[in-house]
């Protein structure tokens, strides 16, 4: 009977061992998406009242092979096609948090893209604040990609200016901050 009671024994040991493993206090919980978003859109003088409301959110290369530099994008469409939608891009080894980036966006070599960017789309424009023309500012409050999460809190007082000639305009005012699930870009 002894070596049934320390086989027992050794079964005992192993699943509190692995009870312990998995409980609560050693697992990382998942990441919920959390947003507070004041962003305003006016185009024509008129307020955009949807933009797309889907994200799509990563870390990880810009354009590998172009520009091969860490990048955040946040992206906010909608999957029917029938609203606006808008993007940031944050150089994560460029960008500095805190800072306040002056529109038109311009780039600082080496990089190949401004540190920090901002785009629209409508049904027939695309703007962009690195559009000549564009005016205002965005300022990046902090920023951060990790294995678990994705944080990101700005706010921008600005107009972004047509990417096509005869082009229009879109203000934009207002804060966005959220965290995320990490996910790496394609």
């Known amino acids: ?30 990441v919920a998406t959390v947003i507070a978003d004041s962003l305003v859109f006016i185009s024509g003088g008129v307020a955009i009242d949807s933009m797309g409301t889907t994200p799509v959110v990563c870390c990880g290369l810009y354009d590998p092979g172009f520009v091969n530099e860490r990048a955040m994008r946040i992206v906010f469409y909608d999957p029917a096609d029938r609203k606006p939608g808008w993007q940031i891009l944050v150089l994560v080894d460029r960008a500095q948090p805190g800072a306040t980036t002056t529109l038109p966006t311009t780039v600082v070599p080496p990089s190949k893209i401004p540190a920090v960017s901002m785009f629209t789309a409508t049904q027939g424009d695309e703007l962009s604040s690195d559009a ?14 990790d294995a678990t999460k994705i944080q990101i809190d700005f706010s921008v007082d600005a107009t972004l200016a047509s ?6 305009t879109m ?14 870009c394609p």
Do not use: W, Y
């Open 1 to 30: 009977m002894q070596p049934n009671l320390r086989a027992c024994g050794a079964i005992l040991a192993i699943a509190v061992t692995f009870l312990l493993a998995c409980s609560e206090d050693h697992t990382t919980k998942p």
């Open 132 to 145: 000549e023309g564009s005016a205002g500012t965005i300022t990046v409050h902090s920023f951060s990609c």
């Open 163 to 168: 990417e096509f000639g005869g082009g229009g």
């Open 171 to 184: 203000d934009v005012t207002g804060s966005f901050q959220a965290t995320f699930p990490a996910a790496s």
